[in-house]
Structure formats: C-alpha cells, structure tokens
C-alpha cells in the first residue's frame, strides 16, 4: 500500500474532498485531528465518504495492506490564521511535512507561494525520506495562491484581472466565501472580524468595486450564493461570475501518485 499525505490550507477543503471522491484507489483515509478538521469531516460524512481522525502523534496506526495498488490518503488541515504571519506559516508546513516524511511514500502540500514565503520548499525538504511537490502550473511553476489554482495558473489569473478593465475585484471560491471574516483579519485589515467599517475603509482606498464569485463547479458548500450575495450588500460591491476548475490540482495530485508508484 502506497501512503500519500496531504499538508493543507483550509482554504482547499473543497478541491481536496473532490479528489478523495475521484480516486477509487484510496483504500484508506485519515483525517488528522486538530480545531481545523471538523467541517472537512462533516463534508466528507455528507458525500457518504470513510474515514478515521487521530491526532499526529498516534499516527502511523496499522498502515499496512495485501492490497499493493491501494492507497492510504493522510490529511492535515493547518489553520487559515498562519497567513498573518509568514514565518510561521512556513515553519508550521515545514514541521508538520518532516514529522509526516517518516511515515509517508509521499507529500502534496496544498499551498502556493503565499508570498513567496513557501517558494523554496522543495529544495529545503529534498533531504526528507519522501519527495515533497507542492502545487504547480503544468509549466513547473509554483501556482501563485489558492484562486491562481482553480483559475488555471498565473496565465489564466491574469487574463481573468485584465477583463475586469482595471476596476479592483475581490475574488470568492466557496471557501474563501465561508472564511473571508478570518481571512481579513489574517491580511491584517481589521483585528476583529465584526469590524466591517475597518475593512469596507481599506478596500475603498485601494479600488475594490467588484467581487468575482468563482464557480469551481464543486458544491460542498451549499450557501455559496448566498455567502457572496452577503458580503456584496456589506461592502457595497457588484457581483460578477466566473468559472474555474480544480483541474491543476487534480494534475498536482496525479503527478505526485506517478513518482511514488
């Protein structure tokens, strides 16, 4: 049995439950337990799909199988709240991704550059027992964050900026909408989550007229429409749509599946 683990933002909880749900090799999937891990584990008991939660420390369990073509999926959500602050979001994916190399075949690490700070990870982890990818355009590039991803890669993010005509647009995957309160906070914009005004002040004074509700054609969250529709009315925002996919990710994953097999 191959083991693959996932270090992961929060923010691609919804690209990670499609692959699960795509790949009938995966044999086996652990949920690793921490304050970030429950509305992965109810998304998941809503598509019907199996799983285990243990905490870091009491894995690896019994990971062993006859079945050599299967796959052990290992996943761990870190939390949004990183971003705040880059160091520690680097030593946090470091940390967890070398204490996962022992027990691992190999690790996909759900992040992009975040600021550059995560542009050297793979070199940094190439010593570990496993190879260590983290997402990239079908160039070798490191995506650039998470909307880059689902878009298509830099390319396609740009194209998507220069239709908007120069009017600033906040872009909105499902989880950015169910999370964008604590993602302000973690950009600095306002220290408390209720302070709407902080935040409507910051984006008047760089441009932002428009949010881009992103269809990745994934429905795990339900009350996206409605997320958006509310974050619009609060910051006075008009509402444009565009489609996207997570088909980069899939690639991600595929490309990591071929260098363990």
Not at 17 to 38: A, M, Q, R
Not at 164 to 182: D, I, K, L, Q, Y
Not at 188 to 213: C, H, L, N, R, W
């Amino acid at each position: 049995m191959t083991v693959i683990s996932f270090v992961a933002c929060k923010i691609f909880e919804d690209e990670i439950i499609h692959v699960v749900e795509n790949d009938s090799l995966i044999d086996k999937l652990i949920l690793v337990e921490n304050d970030d891990c429950g509305r992965l584990a109810e998304k998941l008991d809503n598509e019907g799909i199996k799983y285990e939660i243990l905490p870091l420390e009491a894995i690896p369990v019994n990971l062993d199988s006859n079945e050599s073509d299967k796959i052990t999926l290992i996943i761990d959500i870190l939390e949004l709240a990183l971003h705040a602050y880059p160091d520690d979001l680097k030593n946090a994916v470091y940390a967890v991704t070398e204490e996962m190399s022992s027990y691992s075949d190999g690790i996909l690490l759900f992040y992009g550059l975040c600021g550059n700070v995560l542009a050297k990870t793979e070199e940094d982890l190439k010593d570990l027992s496993c190879p260590v990818h983290i997402l990239k355009e079908k160039n070798g590039q490191i995506i650039d964050d998470c909307i880059g991803a689902v878009l298509g890669g830099r390319g396609a993010y740009l194209e998507k900026l220069r239709a908007c005509s120069g009017v600033g647009t906040f872009f909105m995957t499902p989880m950015w909408a169910a999370n964008w309160r604590e993602m302000i906070v973690s950009a600095g914009m306002t220290p408390d989550i209720d302070d709407i005004e902080s935040s409507k002040f910051v984006f008047e004074q760089v441009g932002y007229k428009i949010v881009a509700k992103i269809d990745t054609g994934l429905r795990y969250e339900e009350n996206f429409d409605a997320m958006v529709d509310e974050f619009a009315q609060l910051f006075d925002f008009d509402v444009i749509e565009m489609d996207a996919s997570p088909e980069l990710l899939e690639h991600c994953y595929c490309k990591l599946k071929e260098h363990v097999s």
